[in-house]
């Protein structure tokens, strides 16, 4: 069965990945326009892909422990998911400026008044340089620093965990599930020989 698994994963092209990616935002797009995200769409399409990225964000950390412990591998996505992330963060931004605040003055009171959407804004200025450098020509030229750049996608989660965390309000148990997630990485990472060596 696990060979099966397997064979049926190495056949997905990546470009498939991309392409359900896309598809996501779009469909929330196209949920807003035509009233399908309830009273408050702008809120719900702002909050939806900025958790559907920290998600895929986690999902990328987590493709190296599943495949010590199952054997299946999922590395050849992990460059897809991570740029989705990054894409999905972006759009996260770009809602809450253009559709959600839409006042200029505004925008940088908030991000100094309000740590969480400081804590946010770090975070994705983080994954900028990881971005840009996701791509061959980038693993060729930087060599070992390039893996020691795209370690900071560890503290990218935990920035975007606790601004999920901060910015839910009254007690749901969805954060917490997060941030334990998270933890658990960073635990696994540990174990295995540190967070940046």
Known sequence: MNGLLKTAIRRIPVWLVYVLGVSYPLWLLWQ??????????????????????LQLIIAGLVITPLRNVTGISLIKYRRAIGLLAFLYICLHLLVWLVLDVQIPSQIWGDIIKRPYITIGMAGLLLMIPLAITSNN???????????????????????????????????HPEPYIYVAVVLGLLASRAKNGGMFR
């Open 32 to 53: 807003g326009v035509t009233g399908g995200l309830g009273v408050d769409p702008v809120k719900v399409m702002e909050h939806s892909l900025g958790k559907a990225g």
């Open 137 to 171: 020509w980038s693993v060729r030229k930087l060599g070992r620093r390039w893996k020691t750049l795209h370690k900071l996608t560890y503290v990218v989660v935990v920035l975007g965990t606790v601004h999920y965390f901060m910015q839910v309000k009254g007690f």
